[in-house]
């Protein structure tokens, strides 16, 4: 009866599954028919798939009760455990069930109260190992579901004691971890008790019986998931519970029940042993009859089965060498080769199988490349005189048409009077490949040290020659009547000496500075024109004098001359690269242009010096290189112009490159963007003569500076233009004495001083005095430190050291 009425609940069951599918509005006119989407993975006999792509197992049971007594309709998703485990917590799924509870799990989702089963997590081995305790798993690989709490438990458990050494591999599926056990991939896995009743579980597994930790099961739900499914789940699963003859406790049944074996009747288990036992004697007479045959032959056929192994075991050594193949090769003469084996890589490397290679050996030597086929010829002579192993690496042909590099090494034997090669050959691209960055790095790191080398060695010569003037002229200052013409000379020699020394070491600091990125861009409306015709300007009596004809031409119309740019980068642009023309230039000319094309404003230094070879045109804007480091004559400079120049073009987002013949002069070009401006901006003050004037009321100044000796010049610059001078040694002096004297009307402010610098002083003054006017003096002359001191509260800046015209035109700029 009760397999009867199983079979009527089961086509019941059917027919409610049919009817929820049906469209029609016959049967869900009037219900509220909900539809839950329910992860399934492969977790046999709980949850899984069959062979039809259908979910089975004991949970697919209780939730198709569960949907037939509540109205709902469950849509199935499968994927592995991780994935599920993500989409539920995003809920992309409703349930997920069979999930093990766990605190932590507990705040990602919602559980069912009543356990739906009780299990304990349990290890599994291959049939060969036998495991005892936990220490056995010492240097063990242990496979674990990615996702479960499998692996939390063992690395919990195992990491109290640090001699464990032990490796925990994840796998998405039951069939994968089960499959890489019996492969030998791992040793041992970690799953729930009822493995052992899947259709996986079988006698070439063992079941340790070591247990790790107990669990509960249940369904898992989405963590927004409202109170009432979760309490109409926990009601149908107590009702199922606690009745006996419920689908619970028959799917249970059905599927933890491995030893149901179908009964063998007593008359027909009588008849087998009949039959054996006749069969028994028949064999035992006939194994007598063969027994003298079986003797001899016994040792040929162990003989031969050994042989057979080994040639198998060789055989799939030789296959499975990814990287390499494994050949023999006979030679009949010095150029006829055969060969009686070849692994199967044969087909990958040389794209011919095993059958073509043996009936033509060409078709593998006409691929080693025709520069390095020689070498190899000459390792297999070189290697037969005396019998030995030959190395040779060597360049070959893939079939694809690129290059790879391989490695053979081969040992010669007589067999039969015929020569035979054993040999391998290993694809050793990569580490070729890694040799050859190593020694381009190598050479690359000689050639910077080279050229390190070499502009130290420059940099030296270009420091010291200045300075020899400055100090063997100021020597020579000192001897007595001394004329006047020649002490003026001996002067002219010490400035000029001393100007091109700031020049280095203005270089040297804007170089560091834009290799260390703290350049920064200033940019203001600018007037081209002015820039242009100011550099023309200040270079026309320094071509004049080493007879060299200076030109301008500017196509500009007057809507393009002003323009939205860093105006001090700009003018230190074209500054070096007419200052390099004319010191480049012996006789001839040197041209100054500037045109608009497109949307950018394209500059031209052209020069009839002696120009660039074509191999250094990239060099020459490079740090610290020269166009030609082995010229020796006396070109002043660093090496430092251009690439600053290009460092300045770049930032501007323009570009720089140049058109030269070794001989035949040069033309620079560079370009910016062409910003557009509309200003109403005076003209740029330049302040490039001496102003013949005195001021009709003296000033109160005040200085501000901590070292001794500048402070001394500036008083002795500034004594002709003041009535009163007061000193400050620090920011905080400067501030608190315009605090006793409101009536200062000018500020000579250092910005580098102790206690609180020129920047500081500045923003405090300008806090209770706007009118006073600041100039401020400071050592440091790097583009954009300008802008900064302008931003502090001073009205204008000079640099050290202190030029007196400009400082005199400074003052009469600000009282005229």
């Not at 070499?454 to 020659?465: C, G, K, P, V, Y």
């Amino acid at each position: 009866m009760s397999f009867l009425k199983l079979h009527i609940n089961k086509l019941l069951l059917l027919l409610i599954i049919v009817l929820n599918f049906i469209p029609s509005p016959i049967y869900s006119q009037n219900t509220n028919t909900r539809i839950l989407k329910v992860g399934v993975y492969d977790s046999p006999p709980k949850i899984f798939l069959n062979d039809n792509k259908e979910p089975e197992g004991i949970f697919i049971d209780i939730l198709k009760d569960i949907g037939t007594n509540e109205n709902l309709v469950f849509e199935y998703h499968y994927d592995s455990w991780a994935n599920l485990l993500n989409k539920l917590e995003n809920g992309k799924i409703d349930i997920l069930p069979g999930t093990t509870y766990d605190v932590e799990r507990n705040t990602i989702f919602k559980f069912n109260k009543i356990e739906i089963l009780n299990s304990w997590v349990e290890i599994f081995s291959r049939k060969s190992l036998e495991l005892k305790t936990l220490s056995d798993l010492k240097n063990k690989k242990i496979g674990v579901i990615k996702g479960s709490l499998q692996e939390k438990y063992i690395v919990k458990i195992l990491h109290k004691d640090s001699i464990f050494d032990f490796q925990i591999v994840p796998f998405n599926t039951y069939i994968d971890f089960v499959g890489a056990l019996k492969k030998g991939k791992i040793d041992v896995i970690l799953t729930d008790r009822f493995f052992a009743f899947s259709k996986l579980y079988d006698k070439n597994i063992n079941r340790s019986g070591i247990i790790i930790n107990s669990s509960t099961l249940h369904f898992a739900f989405k963590k927004n998931e409202k109170k009432e499914l979760i309490d109409l789940f926990d009601k149908n699963i107590s009702d199922l519970k606690n009745d006996s003859d419920s689908v619970y406790y028959k799917t249970l049944f059905h599927w933890l029940d491995r030893n149901i074996k179908p009964s063998i009747p007593n008359y027909i288990k009588w008849l087998i042993v009949a039959f054996i036992a006749s069969l028994v004697i028949a064999l035992f007479f006939v194994l007598l009859l063969r027994k003298s045959v079986k003797n001899k032959t016994k040792e040929l056929s162990i003989a031969k089965e050994k042989a057979e192994e080994r040639e198998e075991q060789l055989k799939s050594i030789a296959n499975n060498f990814s990287n390499g193949m494994i050949y023999q090769i006979t030679m009949t003469d010095e150029n006829n080769r055969k060969f009686n084996y070849v692994s199967d890589t044969v087909l990958k490397f040389y794209d011919c199988t095993v059958e073509e290679a043996k009936k033509d050996a060409n078709l593998l030597y006409n691929k080693i490349h025709p520069e390095d086929i020689n070498v190899l010829i000459e390792k297999e002579k070189e290697a037969l005189k005396n019998m030995t192993v030959f190395n040779a690496e060597v360049r070959v042909i893939n079939p694809n048409g690129t290059i790879r590099w391989s490695y053979y090494t081969s040992k010669p034997r007589i067999i039969n009077n015929v020569i035979c090669w054993d040999g391998i050959e290993i694809d050793i691209s990569e580490r070729k490949l890694m040799e050859i960055e190593l020694q381009k790095s190598k050479e690359k790191a000689e050639e910077s040290d080279r050229l390190k080398t070499a502009f130290l060695t420059n940099l030296s010569h270009e420091i010291r020659t200045p300075m020899n003037g400055i100090l063997g002229f100021s020597k020579l200052l000192q001897e007595p009547n001394l004329e006047g013409e020649l002490q003026k000379k001996y002067f002219e020699i010490i400035q000029k000496s001393g100007e091109r020394m700031l020049n280095i070491i203005n270089d040297i600091i804007n170089i560091s500075k834009i290799e260390a990125g703290l350049m920064e861009i200033h940019l203001q409306p600018t007037n081209i024109n002015q820039k242009v015709e100011f550099v023309y300007n200040f270079f026309k009596p320094i071509a004049q004098n080493a007879s060299i004809e200076l030109i301008l031409k500017n196509s500009l119309e007057t809507k393009e001359i002003h323009i939205h740019t860093d105006r001090e980068k700009l003018l230190a642009i074209i500054t070096n690269l007419v200052n390099n023309a004319i010191k480049h230039t012996e006789k001839g000319k040197v041209e100054i242009s500037c045109y608009k094309k497109n949307n950018f404003i394209e500059f031209s230094v052209k020069d009839t010096g002696i120009g660039i070879a074509r191999d250094r045109h990239d060099a020459i804007f490079k740090r610290f290189i020269q166009a030609d480091l082995k010229n020796k004559k006396a070109i002043q400079g660093a090496g430092l112009g251009l690439s600053i120049s290009k460092a300045y073009v770049e930032m501007l987002g323009g570009n720089i490159w140049v058109e030269s013949e070794l001989g035949k002069g040069s033309i620079f070009y560079f370009t910016i963007p062409f910003h557009t401006v509309i200003t109403n901006e005076p003209a740029e003050m330049t302040l490039t003569s001496t102003p013949n004037k005195t001021l009709t009321n003296k000033l109160k100044i005040l200085i501000a500076e901590d070292d001794k000796m500048s402070e001394l010049l500036l008083t002795k610059l500034v004594k002709e233009f003041s009535r009163e001078i007061i000193k400050a040694r620090n920011g905080k002096e400067a501030v608190e004495a315009m605090y006793k004297h409101p009536d200062i009307d000018l500020i000579m402010m250092d910005i580098q001083m102790p206690e609180m610098n020129g920047h500081e002083a500045t923003r405090e003054i300008r806090k209770f005095n706007q009118n006073t006017i600041i100039i401020a003096q400071t050592a440091y002359a790097l583009i954009g430190d300008k802008e900064r001191i302008i931003e502090s509260g001073c009205n204008d800046c000079i640099t050290k050291p202190i030029n007196s015209n400009e400082l005199k035109s400074l003052i009469f700029k600000y009282f005229n």
